[in-house]
Antibody, heavy 120, light 108 residues
Framework: EVQLVESGGGLVQPGGSLRLSCAAS????????MSWVRQAPGKGLEWVAN????????FYVDSLKGRFTISRDNVKNSLYLQMNSLRAEDTAVYYC??????????????WGQGTLVAVS | SYELTQPPSVSVSPGHTARITCSGD??????AYWYQQKPGQAPVLVLF???KRPSGIPERFSGSSSGTMATLTISGAQVEDEADYYC???????????FGGGTKLTIL
């Protein structure tokens, strides 16, 4: 069974930094693309970033590029999101997801339960 | 930036058919995917590659895509299908992903 457990969320002041982690199990982590998706309170889902199997390729939503960095450790079966220069509008639940691949690209197929980041 | 457009809300009576649309310029060449999200829960994939159901998703969930519009159809909608539904796809490059704004499905 695929399990994705996010951690590292919490309350941070504007301008601060936070590093989210996602511990993966139940599948071959090193063979999977991975994603971060966020959801502001009462709002819709927003794709944040993708990373390929060995971490050599990362893709970001244009509005976040430069402040957020996605990375992974295939030895520890872990995904990370480094968030810098945080703003109030970054307040959201952040979901880690395993991304499946097809001819179109990648899509989240399995999700964690999310971790809340509050910037205030 | 690329956008997917969904109606904010759809209402249907129990046992009737609900249809939720998603429009986007790249959909003629890119697949659409659909997620169901109930309050306080993580999203769940209900359709991938326009029409395919993951294991465990009831047969009443189906999908289609034509031109710039993809459609999620719930045939014989049940009370437990009341949720927010999001479409998802990628831009023409395949590297940048986007969710639609979401549709609140009400079964009443």
């Amino acid at each position: 069974e695929v399990q994705l457990v996010e951690s590292g969320g919490g309350l941070v002041q504007p301008g601060g930094s936070l590093r989210l982690s996602c511990a993966a199990s139940g599948f071959t982590f090193s063979s999977s693309w991975m994603s971060w998706v966020r959801q502001a309170p009462g709002k819709g889902l927003e794709w944040v970033a993708n990373i390929n199997q060995d971490g050599s390729e990362q893709f970001y939503v244009d509005s976040l590029k430069g402040r957020f960095t996605i990375s992974r450790d295939n030895v520890k079966n872990s995904l990370y999101l480094q968030m810098n220069s945080l703003r109030a509008e970054d307040t959201a639940v952040y979901y880690c997801a395993r991304a499946s691949r097809d001819l179109s690209g990648s899509y989240p197929s399995d999700w964690g339960q999310g971790t809340l980041v509050a910037v205030s | 930036s690329y956008e997917l457009t969904q109606p904010p809300s759809v209402s249907v009576s129990p046992g009737h058919t609900a249809r939720i649309t998603c429009s986007g310029d790249a959909l003629p060449k890119k697949y659409a995917y659909w997620y169901q999200q109930k309050p306080g829960q993580a999203p769940v994939l209900v359709l991938f590659e326009d029409t395919k159901r993951p294991s465990g998703i009831p047969e009443r969930f189906s999908g289609s895509s034509s031109g710039t519009m993809a459609t999620l159809t719930i045939s014989g909608a049940q009370v437990e299908d009341e949720a927010d539904y999001y479409c998802y796809s990628t831009d023409s490059s395949g590297h940048h992903c986007v969710f639609g704004g979401g549709t609140k499905l009400t079964i009443l």
